[in-house]
């Protein structure tokens, strides 16, 4: 067994040269052409999926559009009128929710099969898979940004007038961004190797979505929940987006930079994860 | 002359995994860690040293097995090398496996695309190449309709125009120089002359002597030894061939 070991995982001598090898073979060092040439690949490859997502049709943008309406629509019915949740602005506050859990929870489904569903670019010399993740999350994050629409005619309806704090938006989608490529660039390399990884990630999503504040609100829970909720940095985007659009005061900072920090960790640990596999891909993937 | 790529002590073992291996994250994880390792592992080839110099076109010649394909996608960048290591010096453009670069969902034209870009041409230039590469591949009329459309002369004559066209410094070219019929194969050797006479050099595999004897101006015999020949095409051919007749086919065994 001990010798199994031994063998699995090369030498760190052996390991360090494959690697410069590699390095120097396809990384090459910094330069402006190399900056076009990633930017061009980069863009291209965000503009294939949104026609493959949405059938080349023009109005293909809108069906995105679709599913949170008519989530908005169910759960204001259901919660806001049956279940009377005593929450001023529920509408609005059930919106700011759901759009985040969406972009989330979307962005991650779809990364989760980023590099599975596209082993074509991985038959193409000098290809950095980690492209792939990266260009599904920017498509989430376009989503994200035309679904918020939404909320602005909703603002408009409930003449709710934005303040200040609405320029802190590009902000709160930055580190959104972080934190979902920080799981989604692990989830892509999981599944190309496992099975069962999509159906584990949309099990977790649908706790995660009772999990975090989404179609409610947390003000009357006992305190020994409300730690509970801090642990959840979804908690605090959706309030920071509440915060700024409905509320039109300043979020949470503290919250948010602890937000910020702990997913630039995890990004760092999921890089190094997705590199240390990459390799593997075109062995695994079918 | 400088060597445009530099192959140094290049060694690629395969993982081999028990028929009980879990294919599951799930299973992975209660039954430990430990099962998912592979059993055991084989070398494909050790030691493997060689250089490849501009406007040569050097051929590979194996045995089915003998790592032909897995040098060329060391080189490519698609696997990592577990000892030595590649120096490169220019762009590398490859066709490892026609039709599996495209996809099929896509128009001709959009892998037109994804391809040129990602074999280093700016958006501009494949703009303005992409009716000649698919007047090349002789399927300008359906450029427009998606790859899974086409059939597999098709798909392989538009993987290989253009790799053709986006210039190049080193080609590689597994097995697959004669696809499509007489006229595309001239056509084609052609245009990789032309690339050559501006210093693209370009590897070429095969198991065929005959395809190296005729266009290679060096031959490189590749096997489970790892490299047993370098050199002009008709010397190691020959050595290949003599040998070749006397060994039986044998599986890699696993290694202890």
């Known amino acids: ?286 | 002359m400088i060597p445009l790529m530099r192959v140094v002590d290049l060694g690629k073992r395969f993982r081999r995994y028990p028929a009980s291996r879990p294919r599951s994250l799930v299973e992975t994880a209660m039954g430990g860690w430990r099962r998912a390792a592979p059993a055991n592992f084989f070398w494909v080839f050790r030691k493997v040293s060689f250089e490849v110099f501009p406007g040569e076109m050097l051929g590979i010649i194996g045995r089915n097995g003998a790592g032909k394909s897995t040098l060329l996608s060391l080189m490519a960048g698609l696997l990592r090398a577990d000892e030595g290591y590649i120096e490169l010096h220019g762009q590398i453009s490859a066709l490892l496996d026609l039709g599996r670069s495209l996809h099929p969902r896509l128009t001709g034209r959009e892998n037109i695309r994804t391809s040129g870009l990602l074999n280093g041409l700016t958006s501009r230039q494949v703009a303005a190449r992409a009716e000649q590469i698919g007047a090349f591949a002789g399927i300008e009329e359906f450029l427009d309709a998606p790859v899974r459309t086409y059939s597999s002369g098709m798909k392989a004559r538009l993987t290989f125009a253009v790799a053709i066209h986006t210039d190049p410094d080193i080609l590689l070219i597994d097995e697959f120089l004669f696809v499509g019929d007489q006229f595309f194969q001239k056509r084609c050797i052609d245009r990789i002359r032309a690339l050559m006479q501006q210093g693209t050099a370009v590897l070429l595999s095969s198991h065929i002597p005959g395809t190296i004897a005729d266009n290679c101006d060096r031959a490189l015999w590749l096997d489970r030894a790892g490299l047993r020949a370098l050199g002009p095409p008709d010397e190691v051919l020959e050595a290949y061939q003599a040998k070749a007749d006397l060994e039986p086919r044998v599986r890699p065994g696993p290694e202890p």
């Not at chain 1, 294939?48 to 989530?71: C, D, Y």
């Not at chain 1, 005061?249 to 995890?266: E, K, N, T, Y």
């Open chain 1, 1 to 286: 067994m001990v010798h199994e070991r031994v063998m699995a995982s090369p030498s760190p001598a052996a390991k360090g040269t494959a690697r410069q090898a590699w390095r120097l073979a396809h990384e090459t060092s910094f330069s402006w052409k190399s900056v076009r040439y990633v930017r061009d690949l980069f863009v291209h490859l965000v503009s294939l999926e949104l026609r493959l997502l949405h059938k080349r049709s023009r109005l293909g943008v809108a069906w995105t559009l679709a599913n949170p309406i008519v989530q908005l629509v169910v759960f204001t019915s259901i919660l806001g009128r049956v279940l009377t949740v005593d929450v001023p602005y529920y509408p609005l506050f059930l919106c700011c929710g759901l759009l985040c859990w969406n972009a989330f929870s979307e962005s991650l489904t779809m990364a989760a099969g980023s590099i599975a569903n596209a082993p074509n670019v991985l038959y193409q010399p000098g290809f950095r898979p980690i492209m792939m993740p990266l260009v599904v999350v920017t498509i989430g994050l376009i989503h994200f940004v035309l679904s918020l629409s939404i909320l602005a005619v909703l603002l408009a309806y409930y003449r709710v007038p934005p303040g200040w704090p609405v320029i802190a938006l590009p902000l709160l989608l930055g580190i959104q961004s972080l934190l979902t490529l920080a799981l989604a660039l692990p989830l892509a390399a999981l599944t190309v190797s496992f099975d069962d990884a999509k159906h584990l990630l949309s099990v977790a999503l649908r706790f995660l979505f009772f999990l975090t504040p989404i179609v409610y609100a947390t003000d009357t829970f006992p305190r020994t929940l409300h730690l509970f909720y801090a642990a959840n940095p979804l908690t605090h985007l959706v309030r920071a987006y509440r915060a700024i659009f409905i509320d039109g005061r300043w979020p949470d900072w503290l919250a948010l930079s602890g937000v910020a920090a702990g997913s630039l960790i995890a990004l760092l640990v999921g890089y190094r994860f997705f590199e240390s596999r990459r390799f593997r891909f075109i062995e695994d993937v079918e």
